[in-house]
Structure formats: structure tokens, C-alpha cells
């Protein structure tokens, strides 16, 4: 069977959820309630305020408006197939929602980079830090944040799109490339190689990139006074949460695409495989507004003039 004779790929992990589905729909659907009020409350609330108008809470809207698309590429769809009895999704549909999940996922740490660039000017260099992130500057590292991944991952799903299927069963309860790569005809590794080569270069550069920022971070803090320190840590620690939360997240699906899942405990590989798009929208707003103080301040006042 070629891939022009595949319409529908097989959502195949559903089966393996049972009666437990409707427990799940329930909790999915208030997680994804939760993700959408908290990370459009965070967008209003540095958006209306002048005082957060700065690179850093730029850089935080940026994370929950990422957190939104990437909760809407997969939330919807996923829930919809909790209470259907046919796990069916078209050809078309299925490249669009792994173009929407690794574009969300490609997104979140190079806005995590960026962040961390951020927040390594203001530590080591905050003398030139108005110098170098400019209005101009911030636009530019925007553009590269937003624009670049979807670049990159047009490539792919252009790759992707021309290799031959030999079936269409679909160990996921989401698309996910490396198990369309699996069911090509021809060699894996040559395809994976190719499909994914991209992706793992930005994700790995990436990662690096922040490790290092946040290296040179503390060797600074050193040099500082103990309430500098602390200062440092309160306004670095949320983005190192999230970076470390990312990585977590998305290296446990990693890994398990990579895994017979039949081996594994159903319920296990379910959670592992939809960790990175559920656990840090859910968390992010709440590291930020708890963690920053600006923030922190800012909710509570929304709150106190409610009351």
C-alpha cells in the first residue's frame, strides 16, 4: 500500500484507555479550561499593564500564547476521541496536527532561549542592558522565535508528506512523526534522518544555548551580594522551571516513541506521550505569577478590586 492509497490513519493508544475514558475526558477538559483562562489571564494582565511592558514579560506572554496554540492543536481532537468509538483521523488532518504539535513544541524552547539570553544580559552585563535589548532587538528575537520553527518544520512535514506508507495504524493518541516515519516502506533510518535531522539540530542548539546562559548566570551570582543573589534567583528560577519541565516532558515521549508501547503500562504510556503538550501550559502561569513578584502583585490587585 502506497501513501496515496492512506486516507485515514488508526489512533490505535485509545484502545488501550477503555472505561477510564470518561474519567479522563472529565479531567482533560477541565485541564484544558485551566490552560485557557490562566494563560489568557496572563496575556491580559501584561498587556494592560504598563509597568510589564519590558522584554522579560514579553517574553512570558510569548510562552502562554505558544501555550494556547499548542493546547488547541491538540485539546479539541484529543477529547473528541475519548468519547468516540472510532479513532479515525484523515490524512490531511493528521499532517496539520504534527505540524501544530512540533511547531508548538520547537516554539517553546526557542522562546526559552531567548528568555534566557534575556535574563543573562540583566545578570551579567545590566549596565548594557538597555543598550542591547532594544525594541529593535526584542522584535528581532521574536521574529526568530516565531518564524524560524515554522520554517523548519515546513521542511519537515514537506519530507514527511513523500515517504511511502505500508499501513496506518498509529501507536499515538495524537500524530506524531516518528510513528508516521515507522510505517514507511522503505529503511527507517534513512527517513527518520532526514524527516527529523532539523528538529533535533534546533532542539539540541537550543537546549545548549540555555544551559550555557544559565552556567555564566551563576558563575555572576558568585561574585555578588547575598540579597543580589536572591534577587537573581527569584527572577531567574521560573524559567529555569519551565526549561527543566520542557525538557522532562518532551524526552519521556521522546524515549517512548522510541519504545514498543505494547510492552509498556498503558495508562504509563499515555501520560508520558502527552506530558510535553498538558504539564507546561498548565504550569507555566502559575510559576510566573507566583515566582515574579511583578506579576504577583499585579493578580493580586485584580483580586483585591473584585472583592
Known amino acids: 500500500m502506497g501513501n496515496e492509497t492512506v486516507l485515514y490513519f488508526n489512533l490505535t493508544m485509545f484502545i488501550m484507555i477503555g472505561n477510564v475514558r ?50 488547541a492543536g491538540f485539546f479539541p481532537r484529543f477529547l473528541m476521541d475519548l468519547l468516540s468509538d472510532v479513532h479515525l483521523i484523515s490524512y490531511a488532518a493528521c499532517y496539520s496536527q504534527i505540524y501544530v504539535i512540533y511547531t508548538y513544541a520547537t516554539y517553546e524552547v526557542t522562546i526559552l532561549s531567548i528568555m534566557a539570553y534575556d535574563r543573562c544580559i540583566a545578570v551579567c552585563q545590566p549596565l548594557h542592558y538597555s543598550r ?15 518564524v524560524f520553527p515554522a520554517f523548519n518544520l515546513s521542511v519537515t512535514i514537506i519530507m514527511l508528506v513523500r515517504i511511502p506508507l505500508c499501513g496506518n495504524n498509529v501507536q499515538k493518541v495524537y500524530c506524531a512523526s516518528w510513528n508516521i516515519v515507522k510505517l514507511s516502506c522503505f529503511s527507517n533510518f534513512n527517513n527518520n534522518t532526514v524527516a527529523m535531522m532539523w528538529v533535533v539540530l534546533l532542539m539540541t542548539v537550543s537546549s545548549g544555548f540555555i544551559l550555557y546562559t544559565y552556567a555564566r548566570i551563576v558563575i555572576a551570582c558568585w561574585r555578588k551580594t547575598l540579597n543580589v543573589r536572591g534577587k537573581v534567583v527569584q527572577s531567574c528560577l521560573p524559567h529555569l522551571i519551565s526549561f527543566m519541565v520542557y525538557i522532562i516532558t518532551s524526552f519521556s515521549d521522546t524515549v517512548l516513541s522510541r519504545q514498543n508501547v505494547e510492552e509498556i503500562n498503558p495508562f504509563l504510556a499515555v501520560i508520558l506521550s502527552i506530558g510535553f503538550v498538558i504539564i507546561p501550559p498548565a504550569l507555566n502561569p502559575f510559576i510566573y505569577g507566583l515566582k515574579l ?8 490587585r485584580i483580586l483585591r478590586l473584585k472583592h
Open 22 to 71: 470518561y474519567l479522563a475526558f472529565a479531567f482533560c477538559l477541565l485541564t484544558y479550561a485551566l490552560i485557557v483562562f490562566s494563560n489568557v489571564t496572563m496575556i491580559w494582565i501584561i498587556t494592560q499593564e504598563r509597568s510589564l511592558h519590558e522584554p522579560m514579560y514579553i517574553f512570558i506572554a510569548f510562552l502562554s500564547v505558544n501555550s494556547l496554540y499548542g493546547s
Open 132 to 146: 542591547k535589548l532594544t525594541p529593535k532587538t526584542v522584535c528581532a528575537l521574536s521574529v526568530f522565535a516565531w
Open 293 to 300: 513578584p511583578e506579576i504577583r502583585r499585579q493578580i493580586i
